[in-house]
């Protein structure tokens, strides 16, 4: 289940987060959430107090180091330090240079209740102590001494999204993860008209609009082929452009279009409406 998020502001950061006394079923179920909203949001850790809980838990999936950290304690900490970006899930849109010890060590209780002791440096390090202050209300912005030089704001990516099918959907997904810590904003997804199925024919919607739906996201399914004319006293089919998409696609300003298994060629009339078009690649 991927759990909601909590901005740095929101009421949890308030309590004084507790040890987990025992490693029963709840707490296992909170733990496989977590990762499975860390996998969504394509973030490299994950603090319980983010996703409402205030418990001393945290999660850490980078390279190698892919473990759960419960009611940990750092024991050591490393004498040289190095600056390095970092971001937060709870602060989107923002990015900060911290600077911070190379290594160190800690202790802590794994997923399967195991006591264990690790030694981390460089990056890992960093990870380990970005979540671990989160389980005092601390976040990495609290540790810039000149924000004004050194934390910046950014914009996110506005995105046009093209997609139909199953393949469509895992892309559009992984791009709503992103959307969650300020990457892209979607304000608008296209895709099929919904089709007849089933001993009942009856209308299914596609794979992408389902999901967009679930995510509250606006969703548009034009029908491309959309007059006939007469040749030769024959009936054919001719492409249009949908006037009426075209002008959503620009009411939605979208800085570039993502195309992943949309089933059309678009016209250069769609893709050339984003800032970003010099080159087309569709897939």
Not at 110 to 119: L, S
Not at 159 to 176: E, H, K, P, Q, Y
Not at 211 to 237: G, I, M
């Amino acid at each position: 289940m991927i759990l909601k998020i909590t901005k740095d502001a929101d009421r949890v950061w308030k309590y004084k987060f507790r040890n987990v006394p025992a490693l029963d079923e709840k707490t296992r179920q909170l733990i496989r959430d977590m990762k499975e909203t860390l996998e969504f949001t394509g973030g490299v850790g994950l603090a319980a107090p983010q996703v409402g809980q205030p418990l001393r838990i945290f999660i850490a999936d980078y390279g190698s180091l892919r473990e759960t950290f419960i009611n940990p304690k750092i024991l050591t900490i490393g004498k040289e330090t190095s600056g390095g970006e970092e971001g937060c899930l709870s602060i989107p849109g923002f990015r900060g240079l911290v600077k911070r010890p190379n290594q160190l060590t800690i202790e802590y209780i794994d997923a399967k209740g195991n006591k264990k002791q690790a030694k981390l440096t460089g990056f890992y390090a960093r990870i380990i102590q970005h979540e671990y202050d989160h389980l005092s209300s601390v976040f990495y912005v609290d540790r810039i001494t000149n924000k004004k030089k050194n934390l910046y704001e950014f914009e996110p990516i506005r995105i046009a999204f093209f997609g139909t099918n199953d393949f469509s959907a895992t892309v559009l997904r992984s791009m709503i993860g992103q959307a969650t810590v300020g990457e892209y904003n979607i304000p608008l997804v296209i895709t099929a008209p919904p089709k007849l199925a089933g001993r009942e024919q009856k209308p299914r919607v596609t794979a992408v609009e389902t999901l967009a739906k679930q995510f509250d996201l606006p969703v548009e399914a034009p029908s491309w082929l959309v007059k006939k004319s007469k040749t030769d006293e024959k009936e054919k089919d001719e492409r249009v452009i949908n006037e009426e998409l075209i002008k959503k696609i620009k009411l939605a300003k979208a800085d570039c279009i993502v195309v992943a298994s949309y089933g059309k060629i678009l016209p250069k009339e769609i893709l050339n409406l984003p800032k970003w078009h010099s080159g087309y690649y569709q897939t």
